[in-house]
């Protein structure tokens, strides 16, 4: 039954009666704890700035027109 729908079902079932009804709800707040995000997210400048620099230094060669 594994990764089926109702292998699924049963493997959380079995999840919440082992570890708790929250079993779900502890390991996704662990998730969002641990996350570290942000960066450029946060700060949009930087992101700016950052591709800028990025863009000048490309290693693409160049069109040549002729």
Do not use: Q
Not at 1 to 16: Q, R
Not at 34 to 61: C, E, P, Q, V
């Amino acid at each position: 039954m594994a990764g089926t729908k109702a292998g699924g079902e049963a493997a959380a079932k079995t999840n919440k009666k082992k570890y708790g009804a929250d079993f779900y709800a502890k390991i996704g707040a662990k998730g969002g704890r641990l996350g570290r995000t942000g960066g450029f997210a946060a700060n949009r400048d930087l992101a700016r700035l950052a591709g800028a620099k990025g863009g000048r230094i490309s290693r693409r060669t160049k069109k040549t027109e002729e």
